[in-house]
């Protein structure tokens, strides 16, 4: 059965020569089994969003089986807005993310609006990361004020996942990326309170490995029409695979 992984990082790895280009990133996911998956640049969430989304999309032409996220870096906003026109409308770009450099800091609203606004004609889902409550927060009132798009909470708020998962019943159009904490108990909560249908899954390799993170659905002992929606069949749709092939 196929597997995709919806959320991959390009450099960003403490051991040098890890993670530093797609070719490098589809030998280590094929490896673990992983056939394909959205990869963002580190780069360009933490330096340079224009070279490093740029850097991105060159390596992706040279492999077919690997797609992107143009990162928004909200420091940035006119390198990002740029960013986004330039590559959102590509058919290998599948979402954005919105960072404001530190991941561990709530996306700030009037900062976020100007790029939202730019990604509304692209139709694409809108990545955050959530490694806490305080993003979820954040990332619950972008999502109801900004009812157009579809958002995914990287990480489904680390070990504050219980506060990811009443995010995502209290808006219809938040999905749950399911890396982040290693806790077993909160795919199958997650499937309980919104169904598994609103559930992706993504490693955040290199920062975990794929393996670890593919482990803990299948250790959630969760039903196999789950697990194969969990970590193909949701991304296919939301991302509109269908259309690339």
Not at 3 to 12: A, N, Q, S, T, W
Not at 48 to 61: A, C, F, H, Q, Y
Request: some cysteine; proline content about 5%; aromatic content about 6%.
């Amino acid at each position: 059965m196929p597997i995709f992984d919806c959320h991959v990082r390009m450099e960003g790895n403490s051991l040098p020569g890890i993670n530093q280009n797609v070719s490098q990133i589809t030998q280590l996911l094929a490896d673990r089994g992983i056939d394909n998956a959205i990869i963002l640049s580190a780069r360009a969430a933490q330096v340079d969003p224009t070279s490093g989304n740029r850097i991105l999309k060159s390596m992706l032409e040279q492999d077919s089986g690997m797609f992107g996220c143009v990162v928004a870096q909200l420091s940035r906003v006119d390198a990002s807005i740029q960013a986004v026109r330039e590559l959102l409308g590509q058919k290998r770009f599948l979402s954005v993310l919105l960072t404001s450099g530190n991941p561990n800091e709530p996306v700030h609203p009037l900062l976020a609006d100007e790029v939202l606004n730019a990604c509304r004609r692209f139709q694409k889902p809108v990545f955050l990361q959530t490694p806490n409550a305080a993003c979820v927060e954040a990332a619950l009132h972008l999502a109801k004020t900004y009812n157009m798009h579809k958002f995914v909470l990287l990480g489904m708020g680390g070990h504050d996942w219980r506060t990811g998962i009443a995010a995502a019943h209290q808006s219809v159009n938040i999905f749950l990326e399911a890396s982040g904490a290693l806790d077993r108990a909160k795919i199958p909560a997650a499937i309980e309170v919104i169904g598994s249908h609103r559930v992706l899954f993504g490693s955040s390799m290199p920062h975990i490995d794929p393996i670890a993170a593919l482990g803990l659905i299948k250790d959630s002992n969760i039903l196999p029409g789950d697990f194969r929606r969990i970590t193909h069949d949701n991304a296919y749709k939301l991302f509109n695979l269908a259309e690339l092939e």
